[in-house]
């Protein structure tokens, strides 16, 4: 997979969702993913597995906290935390 460097966090986990998920799925970054029953375990994991790749970083086991993932917003901060930015 390549490292995106271009574009800013927020937009490349935007287009991974809505491509994993729909383009006529609307949902706003601030949303709740897994409260809104747009993610299951599987595509969790899939999610770890992107954001590893994408933005070349370790998801440790103390990351795995689902605050981190419930939303664009939370995992970008997330992100940018891991990059130290």
């Known amino acids: 997979m390549e490292t995106h460097t271009q574009a800013g966090p927020r937009v490349i986990i935007r287009e991974f969702l809505q491509k994993r998920i729909g383009q006529d799925v609307q949902f706003a970054d601030t949303e709740d993913i897994f409260q809104l029953g747009l993610v299951n375990s599987l595509f969790a994991l899939e999610l770890v597995v992107f954001l590893e790749k994408s933005f070349d ?24 935390k891991k990059k130290g930015k």
Do not use: G, K, P
């Open 57 to 80: 970083i370790a998801v440790e086991n103390e990351d795995l906290n689902l605050d981190n993932f419930r939303s664009v917003s939370n995992m970008e901060t997330f992100i940018l």
